[in-house]
């Protein structure tokens, strides 16, 4: 086991992992946190996506330990219930969420997007959200919802 | 398993020589290749706190790119859009924003994927690479690393590549299912020199149509020391489909990739050759 260090959705802590273990699995098994989706475990689909030192990755191909240091958000750590973020939001008001799996990895990617860049052009947001498969919706409604997120925002 | 994350080149090396343990860059293909069972390493060593290894600069000449640079590093690099023009374009287009972010060009390397998006660039643009062990330093052109098997020693690792600064026009192209985080199908990624209206030192050098990428020798003998015009291209077009056929043989995918090339070949020389000539 090795001991490692993380801020998750700004709250420190100290765990010990196996080497072999990925982030996906510190997060879902040891912190709870079950926002985070295992879609492909190959990094293809972008369901585990998480935010890690300010860089959207695939939380299946990032191991726990390598993650040591490291400062990340997870969906819990984006909105709720009550204060949804803007991206969230507008995901609602549009309709992009279908069965609702790949939507926190969209989400973590629209909002990793739009924090850096308040405003995206189309083709930005398309390369932004090209890492996150849905099978449901068709993506339109998706990208969508990331434009409209990015002009509330910038008002 | 043992899990070492040093601070420090020497560390790393150090910890090379005494202990069995593969080196860990970005982790894309490592961490799955564990997850499958395809590789068991009884010991990493992760590089992602060598912070020196992640460094892109220029020196004496070279364009120095640091083993653990990302795709992402080097898409946003300015240095490497005005001066690695082929790798450059790789980077904005290999897997994914998140895969970006994380998978690196030592990697890339160490991996030696035959679809390895990194390395057609880097050969065409006559890249060499530093290797280092605890007992030895080597500088050895990436075209004839490739030749070796195995392609590393467990102990070397790779401290970065250099880049010779030469005004080269480049470029490069791929063929992927799609546009996002698909694999190469077939790679393409082409350097040259111009000098008045003739261009010299073409070097083409294709990815996923052999086990490692290659430079091709014939496509610079046909090529080079040529007026730049469409005859040139549509050499260069007949030539790069022969060499597809002599490198994939009977394979299923022959008759496709032997078709598909020349539009590829093409598309890789779309920032080089524009209507009016040659870009400045």
């Not at chain 1, 799996?101 to 909002?111: D, I």
């Not at chain 2, 799609?178 to 694999?183: E, F, G, H, K």
């Not at chain 2, 090339?261 to 779309?270: K, Y």
Request: overall charge neutral; hydrophobic content about 40%.
């Amino acid at each position: 086991m090795i001991e490692i260090n993380l801020v998750v959705n700004e709250k420190p802590y100290t765990l010990n992992v196996e080497p072999s273990e990925r982030l996906i699995d510190a997060l879902r098994n040891r912190l709870g946190l079950l926002g985070t989706k295992e879609g492909c475990g190959e990094g293809e689909c972008g369901a585990c996506t998480v935010i890690m030192d300010g860089k959207t990755v695939n939380s299946c191909l990032v191991l726990a330990a390598q993650a040591n240091g490291s400062v990340i958000t997870t969906i819990e750590g984006v909105g709720n219930r009550r204060s949804p973020h803007p991206v969230q939001k507008a995901f609602v008001e549009v309709g992009a969420v279908q069965c609702g799996f790949c939507t926190p990895g969209m989400v973590l990617s629209a909002k990793n997007l739009l924090d850096r860049n308040l405003k995206p052009s189309e083709t930005e947001i398309g390369i932004a959200m090209s890492g996150n498969l849905c099978r449901c919706t068709g993506y339109d409604k998706i990208l969508r919802a990331v434009k409209i997120a990015a002009e509330e925002g910038a008002k | 398993m043992k899990y070492f994350q040093p601070h420090s080149v020497e560390d790393a090396l150090e910890i090379a020589q005494t202990a069995e343990a593969t080196f860990l860059a970005g982790g894309t293909d490592l961490v799955l290749h564990m997850r499958t069972g395809k590789v068991q390493p009884s010991g990493i060593i992760d590089l992602g706190k060598v912070s020196v290894l992640r460094e892109i600069k220029i020196t004496d000449g070279f364009l120095n790119i640091g083993s653990m640079a990302t795709f992402a590093d080097l898409g946003k690099s300015e240095l490497v859009l005005r001066n690695a023009y082929a790798l450059w374009q790789a980077c904005q287009t290999m897997g994914s924003p998140q895969i970006r972010n994380q998978a690196t060009l030592g990697g890339n390397l160490g991996n030696c994927s035959p679809a390895a998006d990194g390395l057609p660039p880097l050969l065409a643009l006559g890249a060499e690479v530093h290797l280092m062990s605890a007992e030895k330093e080597e500088i050895v052109p990436l075209a004839t690393l490739l030749g070796r098997t195995p392609l590393l020693g467990q102990e070397t690792l790779i401290r970065g590549f250099c880049i010779p600064l030469k005004e080269l026009k480049s470029g490069f192209a791929k063929l992927g299912r799609r546009r996002a985080l698909a694999i190469a199908r077939l790679s393409v990624a082409v350097a040259l020199e111009v000098n008045e209206n003739k261009v010299e030192n073409v070097r083409v050098a294709l990815g996923a149509v052999g086990r490692r990428a290659f430079l091709s020798e014939s496509l610079s003998q046909v090529l080079s020391g040529q007026e730049l015009n469409q005859e040139w291209l549509e050499k260069g077009v007949l030539e790069v489909q022969r060499i597809v056929r002599e490198a994939l043989g009977t394979r299923a995918s022959a008759p496709y990739k032997r078709v598909a090339v020349s539009g590829v070949f093409r598309e890789a020389l779309e920032s080089i050759i524009t209507e009016g000539g040659i870009q400045a």
